[in-house]
């Protein structure tokens, strides 16, 4: 329990006696604030950092670790997690400390820790800090400072950038797609990928076999089209979901002064919509095959997902009501999980019968003899 103390008029002084001839306001002793409890603070810090977009993030993150043909230890998956999840949290909690004025204006977010006075400004900023600072440290120390730059990157483009433009122009949307599509790139440096050609890893390794003029060792693969492939895939998928979620809030915006391609143009907002989920074919059925990843039959099956997707996006955009927007956002929601599943189902290399324990070596040799 903790006590605020304020002037009492049982215990007068000199400055409370000339508060009480101008003022005819009474005031109580003090009043008693309960103490937070641990559970209630760590409840409080989860709203801060939006435990379900920070456990998005860790995820993406952790699909481009698994993705990667190069060999990753436990350590540094436990790392890059725990790294990510801290710089989510930092930029969350960034973000809601300069719009507490408009959160307050908006259905959705007046119940958010600091609209509602459950945390103070200088708590939440304390623990913004402690979170920026040790979510770089731990990628930079644990895992590599490449993918610790990118940690840090992103919470800059999250808490600055965009943040000031929600206020600004609708390409705030756009900035906010580039934010989200990173932690997959942080995933694939944390498991050793590189980001760009380099001369250890010439661009003759960066193309599949039938397109490289030497045979490709997939212990060494080091794509470059693996993180376009991913950054393509997060980017793209953003635009369905956000924007069918901004058209069901848009009065909120509006009433805040936000300035959403929701509010200023629904029916542009839904044709963006349709691009992306359109692009997301291409991106899927070619680029990520093409990229290494996976093997081709991930172009097959990832057809059906991003045609239910799809056919949601256009029926958004042909009718533009609020129940297709709803239905293509709810799409978006079981899209993403989906897709990195069926990735993983297909990554490249992997012999899940082996894997599962279906098949054995004497297996594999018997085959091979039976071939020769």
Request: charged content about 10%.
């Amino acid at each position: 329990m903790q006590r605020v103390w304020l002037p009492s008029a049982s215990r007068p002084g000199f400055f409370h006696k000339s508060f009480i001839r101008r003022s005819n306001v009474v005031v109580s002793p003090f009043r008693h604030v309960e103490a937070l409890s641990p559970p209630q603070l760590l409840k409080l810090y989860g709203q801060l950092s939006k435990s379900r977009l920070s456990l998005l993030m860790v995820l993406t993150a952790m699909t481009g670790v698994a993705l990667s043909p190069l060999p990753a230890t436990v350590p540094t998956l436990l790392s890059t997690a725990v790294g990510t999840a801290l710089c989510s949290a930092s930029a969350n909690t960034l973000n809601q400390l300069q719009e507490i004025p408009f959160d307050a204006q908006m259905a959705r977010t007046r119940m958010r820790p600091l609209v509602r006075r459950a945390i103070t400004p200088a708590h939440a900023a304390g623990f913004a800090v402690a979170t920026g600072i040790a979510g770089p440290l731990v990628l930079w120390t644990m895992v590599n400072p490449t993918t610790a730059l990118l940690g840090a990157g992103n919470i800059a483009l999250y808490a600055g950038v965009y943040t000031w433009m929600k206020r600004k122009s609708i390409y705030n949307t756009w900035v906010g797609s580039v934010v989200g599509a990173i932690p997959p790139l942080m995933g694939w440096t944390a498991g050793g990928g590189q980001l760009f050609p380099s001369s250890t890893y010439p661009i003759h390794l960066f193309l599949p076999s039938f397109l490289s003029s030497s045979p490709v060792d997939l212990a060494l693969i080091d794509n470059a089209l693996a993180p376009i492939a991913f950054f393509m895939l997060l980017f793209s998928w953003q635009f369905p979901h956000f924007n069918g979620l901004s058209h069901l809030v848009r009065s909120s915006y509006a009433q805040a002064g936000y300035r959403m391609l929701a509010v200023l143009s629904p029916r542009k907002n839904a044709l963006v919509a349709l691009r992306h989920a359109v692009l997301l074919i291409p991106i899927c059925s070619v680029l990520i095959p093409l990229s290494g990843l996976t093997t081709w039959s991930f172009a097959l099956t990832s057809l059906i997902p991003n045609a239910v997707c799809t056919h949601a996006a256009w029926q958004f955009w042909r009718v533009g009501g609020e129940k297709q927007a709803r239905v293509m956002f709810r799409h978006s929601l079981w899209y993403l999980p989906v897709m990195m599943a069926l990735m993983m189902v297909h990554k490249q290399g992997v012999d899940w019968g082996k894997w599962l324990g279906l098949r054995g070596e004497d297996d594999d040799k018997r085959t091979l003899e039976v071939k020769l």
